[in-house]
């Protein structure tokens, strides 16, 4: 964390000079004069990228693993309507985003000198994405850390990256309240961990 | 517009502290490294409710046509599917939306002593509404104002409400830009009417 960085001193449940919806008052009668102020929905956190040695450390194979697995969860799940049933494809899907996983770790440009920037959310357009779905793809995450036992080390830089970076891909918004947030620190203790990524 | 409406004032394009994702630079290099900074989707600008005399000079009977013609529109168009094939059903639907109409115009409590606060945008929330849909309603609108002769004098404080409102019930979002404004100014011709309401 840099000085430039000082949005991480951002309030954000109480940003100047503009209310969120999750701040309406639903108690309130309903008044229609004068002028509804404007709004926004709700500010998508900062993300910190994972430090670059994990690539090196965990290993391009242990990294494919980790994306097949979590794919994998998905596909027979409540959001497998969102991948492809032909093998091909599927299989395209897995290379393309482990190629992001092992760019995004410290591997290279084993991404983006094949499809460029990311733009994950722009990427994602496609597909209708709510807030469970997003619950559901973070929820296999975290089991797909702990079944493939991914060393303790990594898991805490790891989740802090792959949190907040989820809640970009949501497209489809279903309730006022803000997507759920899932510190660190209330799923350490699912990895025998403390809240400092200790033991 | 009073003392207290500061928010008149905001720029939205660029709120102090906080970057949206319409002002992404999409020519960046992929660099996963450091912090990606918090951002925010758009801010769903204010809404200046019409004038309430609005209900007695149109009358309840116009104001109910108005509607009724509106959904009959969208019924048979690209977001017919929004609506239910049930006629009690729908007839209930219409009812229930006029009478949002003729209170919001000045016409007393016929929505909110039935339904309590409209919550528009919470309201809306079990159906997918994506740009192109609140695109739609907003020009079925205008073809309405003007097919059933609502009075010159009536269209922009009507247009400057519906556009603004017709952006809260957008919750899928399909493009990284701000859904489209249509200020009055950009249709005011299409009624035989002047940059401000004058024939």
Same mark, same amino acid.
């Given at each position: 964390?840099?000085?430039?960085?000082?949005y991480?001193n951002l309030d954000y449940?109480?940003?100047?000079?503009?209310?969120?919806?999750?701040?309406?008052?639903?108690?309130?009668?309903?008044?229609?004069?004068?002028?509804?102020?404007?709004?926004?929905?709700?500010?998508?956190?900062?993300?910190?990228?994972?430090?670059?040695?994990?690539?090196?450390?965990?290993?391009?194979?242990?990294?494919?693993?980790?994306?097949?697995?979590?794919?994998?969860?998905?596909?027979?799940?409540?959001?497998?309507?969102? &991948?492809?049933?032909?093998?091909? %494809?599927?299989?395209? #899907?897995?290379?393309?985003?482990?190629?992001? $996983?092992? /760019?995004? +770790?410290?591997?290279?440009?084993?991404?983006?000198?094949?499809?460029?920037?990311?733009?994950?959310?722009?990427?994602?357009?496609?597909?209708?994405?709510?807030?469970?779905?997003?619950?559901?793809?973070?929820? &296999?995450?975290?089991?797909?850390? %702990?079944?493939?036992? #991914?060393?303790?080390?990594?898991?805490?830089? $790891?989740? /802090?990256? +792959?949190?907040?970076?989820?809640?970009?891909?949501?497209?489809?918004?279903?309730?006022?309240?803000?997507?759920?947030?899932?510190?660190?620190?209330?799923?350490?203790?699912?990895?025998?961990?403390?809240?400092?990524?200790?033991?």
């Amino acid at each position: 964390m840099n000085a430039k960085n000082s949005y991480q001193n951002l309030d954000y449940e109480n940003l100047p000079n503009i209310k969120k919806f999750t701040a309406c008052d639903i108690t309130q009668k309903f008044n229609p004069t004068g002028i509804k102020e404007p709004m926004i929905d709700f500010v998508f956190p900062e993300i910190p990228f994972p430090p670059k040695n994990f690539y090196e450390e965990l290993g391009e194979e242990k990294i494919r693993e980790l994306v097949f697995y979590h794919h994998n969860l998905m596909r027979k799940s409540a959001i497998g309507h969102l &991948f492809t049933h032909e093998e091909d %494809k599927f299989k395209i #899907v897995l290379e393309r985003t482990a190629d992001f $996983f092992l /760019e995004a +770790l410290g591997g290279g440009e084993k991404y983006s000198s094949k499809y460029g920037h990311p733009h994950l959310r722009a990427r994602h357009f496609p597909f209708t994405i709510d807030e469970k779905a997003r619950d559901i793809w973070l929820m &296999f995450f975290k089991k797909a850390l %702990k079944d493939l036992d #991914v060393p303790k080390k990594y898991i805490k830089a $790891f989740w /802090e990256w +792959l949190e907040p970076m989820s809640l970009r891909m949501v497209n489809r918004r279903t309730t006022m309240e803000m997507p759920k947030r899932y510190p660190f620190e209330t799923i350490a203790h699912e990895f025998g961990l403390g809240e400092n990524n200790e033991k």
